[in-house]
């Protein structure tokens, strides 16, 4: 009997630090429309791409960014994102 309860406790603990290791490495879906827009701003060539950004000179952007002129730059994922559903 001492064995089965040592080996149960011994299952129960490894599923526990296992579990806890999946909810770790899990991805969500907020954090992958962040990868991909940080990636597509780090892909700008200029130094403008989003509104918020600085210019070389310190001062904001805004409607020179490329998200903001009309043609823009044509990989911008800075543009509102929706999952498909």
């Given at each position: 009997?001492k064995k089965t309860g ?8 490894l599923?526990?630090a296992f579990s806890?290791?999946?909810r770790?490495?899990q991805?969500?879906d907020a954090?992958i429309?962040?990868?991909?827009i ?6 700008y060539?200029g ?8 210019a070389?000179?310190g001062?904001q952007?805004?409607k020179?960014?490329?998200?903001s002129r009309?043609?823009?730059?044509a990989?911008?994922a ?8």
């Open positions: 009997m040592t080996g149960f406790v011994a299952i129960l603990a599923l526990c806890a290791n999946a770790e490495t991805v969500t954090s429309v962040k990868a991909i940080q990636e597509s701003i780090d892909s060539p130094n403008c791409p989003c509104p918020y950004n600085s070389r000179n001062s952007c805004g020179r960014s490329a998200y009309k043609g823009g730059y990989r911008s800075t543009r509102k994102m929706s999952p498909k559903k």
